[in-house]
């Protein structure tokens, strides 16, 4: 009788477990990140009930690597959806191919997370939106640096000490060597390069994220002009984009000035936020701050890791679906994000103009 209650138990945690996974479908496999959703099928906090990916040979390379069944595989996203029915879509795919992604799903009430950024132009962007609100669906974007705790550490400590003060600038610098030199695959090359594509270079790919960051420090604020820089420095690496990308944007006492690059000589992802009398550094590893003028010294802050479940992409994924998480304004939102698009939109223009734009 009691070995009968054990299994009894087993099985009703087994079931309530099952049903409480969030059904996951993948859009496709281009994007190098993706070997973030198809190993965390692994963890058991998502159950992956389809992959749409046409390029028959990558998704073979993809469902070998991560051991994954090829009962999953679709050639299309419209099949993958019919047959799995998702709770939600994950992109995977090239920047431009998030409004496919959206069109589709979101008529049939999917919610969607895309990789950063939410799209190539504020065109997309809006028919995006406009798609997500008709049919009540959640439109997330997913940015490496949302779930560092140095960021959620500095907004908390921005928005209570009051011996900080408030910003007047931001420096955020990201970046690497560049796709190429880091060994991005054949795929991913193919879309990051392009123009139509990915929307740009260094300017879409990194400058996003200062953007982002900068947009949430700000409370959503629009700046009131966009001035940039775009540069070829490896032309003969990167013949139709730019490399490197310098944006600074503008607020009624504020400045922000997002350093993008494929030239850095090392991996970086920094943020420095600077008041009349403090400072705040942070990065994946780390959070400094320094408060009292020129003679303060600056100290290391201990990393406090975020809460379960706004520490991960898919667990937030998961309980914003479920309705335990409102996202509105945070670093993954759809109010965020459109401003992004429209922040590079505006640093693309000013580049090709040479002269600040005015939002």
Known sequence: MKKFLYILVFLQTYVLSAQTKLKVGVDGLTHDHVGQILSSNKRGDIEIVGIAEPNKDLAMRYLKRYNLSESLLFSSLEEMVSKTKPEAVCAFNSI??????????????????????LATNTKDAKIMADLSVKHNIHLLTNYETTWYPSHKMAYEIMKNDTEMGTINKMVVRDGHRGPKEIGCSVEFLSWLTDPVKNGGGAVIDFGCYGANLMTYFMNGKRPLSVSATLKQIKPEVYPKVDDEATIILTYPTATAILEASWNWPFDRKDTEIYTQTSSIFANSKELKIRKGGRDASEQSQKLEPIPKPENDSFLYLTAVVKGEINPKNSLSSLENNLLVVEILEKAIQSSKEGKAVKF
């Open 96 to 117: 431009q191919e998030h409004l496919n992604t959206v069109k589709v799903c979101a008529p049939k009430g999917i919610h969607v997370m895309v990789e950063k950024p």
